[in-house]
């Protein structure tokens, strides 16, 4: 395959020595140009990089993902990239899968193109597969359509569209972050399915408090969304660079009170939505514009939101009867029924 030479790949990297060389050599056969981030990794992660080929960029100070994500997307603008590619480090993206993506690119210059590995259920971990079913529902929800895997790193995106928008979140709500807001300012999201590949690799990715930190990131999004959307009507594109969610979310403090305070209230709000959302509906006043295009009923996010708290009980129930040697495994098929594949083959794309 040709190379591209308006594509770069970016690869946010810590503590990979083992399998960083590999990922960049395997990149540099479809593109010129490798950048990595290395925010003080412990280990050769920079020097490996760097004698492999890559751009290195490079923090002393750790600051997860997402600051490397912002910090490799400003370095490939700056040195005049029009889109990157961006992948993991670890291991996990096989390279091999680059000119699948770029070609969906090509087709799709102005969309997000996120790898699925959906489809690869067997080789995810069962918790992981679980938390992936529950951020697509709520992720698709938020971005105005479906798409089949919001959690995985392996992406293309055009750095045009990352301009229209302003990142606020940090470690791994990030990528959330840019689902959520390219599909609310009304851009198309494609995916390509991928392999996924786990076994031994260790991540970084801490289960409950970054699965918090997304919910409650999502949550937060979600209420100001509709709240904007329950006064104005054929509104389903919400989101504008510098709003007043932006806004709230510049003061990192400010930002944790407002997503605390608006979780802790916000089945008081479904429930409030959900009943304008039926007034709307009587008086044929458009409002609620994203979910009606939808057309997947209000209630369904308003019962999962309810639920949310449900799943957390029935995990802790599987885990304590788990300590006395039982097998309870109710949570699979909970997540399933309450949280669909929504609308998945009337939207499919790929
Ligand atoms: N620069 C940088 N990269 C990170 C950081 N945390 C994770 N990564 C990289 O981001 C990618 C995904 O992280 P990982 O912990 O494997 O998450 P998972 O694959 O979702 O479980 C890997 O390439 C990591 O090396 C960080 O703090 N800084
Ligand atoms: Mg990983």
Redesign the pocket.
């Known amino acids: 395959m040709q190379k591209t030479d308006h594509i770069c790949v970016v690869?946010?990297?810590?503590?990979?020595a083992d399998a960083i060389e590999s990922v960049v050599r395997g990149a540099s056969r479809y593109v010129d140009t490798v950048f990595v981030?290395?925010?003080?990794?412990r280990d050769a992660t920079a020097e490996i990089a760097a004698a492999a080929g890559a751009v290195v960029i490079r923090?002393m100070e750790?600051?997860?993902?997402g600051?490397?994500l912002k910090k490799l997307f400003a370095a490939a603008a700056k040195a005049g990239f029009q889109a990157v590619i961006s992948?993991?480090?670890?291991g996990?993206h096989d390279p091999e899968e680059l000119p699948r993506f770029i070609a969906k690119h090509r087709q799709y210059p102005c969309s997000i193109v996120v790898g699925s590995r959906m489809s690869a259920r067997k080789n995810i971990p069962r918790a992981?597969y679980n938390s992936m079913h529950i951020a697509r529902f709520y992720i698709s929800y938020a971005a105005n359509q479906f798409i089949e895997d919001t959690?995985c790193?392996y992406r293309v995106y055009p750095l045009e569209l990352i301009g229209k928008m302003k990142l606020t979140q940090d470690?791994?709500v990030t990528e959330s972050e840019i689902l959520i807001k390219a599909g609310d300012l009304g851009r198309k999201i494609h995916f390509i399915r991928i392999g996924a590949i786990y076994g031994q690799?260790?991540?970084?990715?801490r289960p409950v408090l970054d699965i918090t930190a997304i919910t409650a990131y999502i949550i937060s999004y979600f209420m100001v969304k509709f709240f904007v959307e329950s006064i104005t009507a054929n509104n389903p594109n919400t989101y504008r660079k510098g709003n007043l969610r932006d806004k709230i979310a510049a003061c990192k403090t400010i930002d944790l009170f407002f997503q605390t305070y608006i979780v802790s209230i916000s089945l008081i709000l479904q429930s409030i939505f959900a009943l304008i959302h039926v007034l709307g509906s009587l008086l044929k006043f458009h409002n609620f514009a994203s979910t009606r295009r939808l057309n997947h009923g209000f209630y369904r996010i308003t019962v999962g939101s309810y639920l949310l708290p449900v799943i957390l009980i029935i995990i802790i129930i599987e885990k304590l009867v788990g300590l006395v040697g039982l097998k309870f495994q109710y949570v699979d098929g909970f997540i399933q029924r309450y949280y669909p594949h929504l609308w998945g083959d009337r939207h499919r794309t790929f």
């Open positions: 690869i946010p990297a810590y503590n990979v981030a290395d925010d003080g990794s923090n750790n600051k997860g993902k600051d490397a992948m993991d480090g670890d996990q992981r959690q790193g470690l791994y690799i260790r991540s970084h990715f």
